[in-house]
């Protein structure tokens, strides 16, 4: 399971539906797809589409893809938060189904940045709020959930692997970053093996101004704390 998320800044006004499908054809291109049948939620309400996908003609994956929004809110989301239901008793959410996909949205109209103090779970999601046409994106405080995204001339591409993201823009290899991996065995902060690809550190946010989009990276947890 997982996020895949590629959108030209400047046609984020499209439909959500219209987005949704580019976002299943592009999953459908993944080969790293689980090799079990599974059934798991990435987004929130309705509609609802279903998304089987074969390799070399044998069945490898199905998803239940729930697509919609709140008001001008609508989510990826990737993980699970075990707390919501008592999140929504301590705010009162009114609420149509009993996903904790949907406490996410209601917590972040409510609550903004802050909603991330309430919840206990392992999750990475992005939100686009279109009234503020901005997208907010937010990992869990061990990083248990990964997130990587590409963002370079108005090109913004997000996906919880590195592979996801590959198969859909030809990325240069960062030798810097490459020399550092082979010395330290691993890669330094947010650093990738790719150019314009970094990874969102665990604890943090971001929110990118899609008018003028630039990724800030703020920690919202830390073990210190």
Same mark, same amino acid.
């Not at 998803?63 to 707390?83: A, K």
């Not at 779970?121 to 939100?127: A, L, R, S």
């Given at each position: 399971?997982?996020?895949?998320?590629?959108?030209?800044?400047?046609?984020?006004?499209?439909?959500?539906?219209?987005?949704?499908?580019?976002?299943?054809?592009?999953?459908?291109?993944?080969?790293?797809?689980?090799?079990?049948?599974?059934?798991?939620?990435?987004?929130?309400?309705?509609?609802?589409?279903?998304?089987?996908?074969?390799?070399?003609?044998?069945?490898?994956?199905?998803?239940?893809?729930?697509?919609?929004?709140?008001?001008? &809110?609508?989510?990826?989301?990737?993980?699970?938060?075990? &707390?919501?239901?008592?999140?929504?008793?301590?705010?009162?959410?009114?609420?149509?189904?009993?996903?904790?996909?949907?406490?996410?949205?209601?917590?972040?109209?409510?609550?903004?940045?802050?909603?991330?103090?309430?919840?206990?779970?392992?999750?990475?999601?992005?939100?686009?709020?279109?009234?503020?046409?901005?997208?907010?994106?937010?990992?869990?405080?061990?990083?248990?959930?990964?997130?990587?995204?590409?963002?370079?001339?108005?090109?913004?591409?997000?996906?919880?692997?590195?592979?996801?993201?590959?198969?859909?823009?030809?990325?240069?290899?960062?030798?810097?970053?490459?020399?550092?991996?082979?010395?330290?065995?691993?890669?330094?902060?947010?650093?990738?093996?790719?150019?314009?690809?970094?990874?969102?550190?665990?604890?943090?946010?971001?929110?990118?101004?899609?008018?003028?989009?630039?990724?800030?990276?703020?920690?919202?947890?830390?073990?210190?704390?």
């Amino acid at each position: 399971d997982g996020v895949v998320g590629p959108a030209l800044l400047k046609e984020m006004n499209r439909p959500v539906n219209d987005r949704i499908k580019q976002i299943l054809i592009n999953m459908e291109r993944i080969r790293w797809m689980p090799t079990q049948p599974t059934t798991d939620y990435l987004l929130v309400n309705i509609p609802e589409y279903k998304l089987d996908a074969y390799e070399n003609g044998n069945y490898v994956y199905s998803m239940v893809v729930v697509v919609g929004s709140t008001q001008h &809110n609508t989510v990826i989301f990737n993980g699970e938060i075990y &707390n919501h239901q008592e999140i929504r008793r301590k705010h009162g959410f009114v609420c149509k189904t009993n996903s904790d996909t949907e406490t996410i949205l209601h917590a972040y109209a409510k609550l903004g940045v802050k909603c991330l103090d309430e919840f206990a779970g392992m999750f990475v999601f992005v939100i686009y709020d279109k009234e503020k046409n901005e997208l907010f994106i937010a990992r869990d405080r061990a990083g248990k959930k990964p997130f990587y995204y590409y963002l370079e001339n108005e090109k913004f591409v997000f996906a919880s692997e590195l592979n996801a993201i590959r198969h859909q823009l030809d990325l240069e290899i960062d030798e810097t970053n490459i020399r550092q991996y082979l010395q330290a065995a691993y890669f330094f902060g947010p650093a990738t093996p790719y150019k314009h690809v970094k990874e969102l550190p665990a604890g943090c946010y971001a929110y990118i101004p899609l008018n003028k989009p630039s990724v800030t990276v703020v920690k919202w947890w830390s073990i210190q704390d």
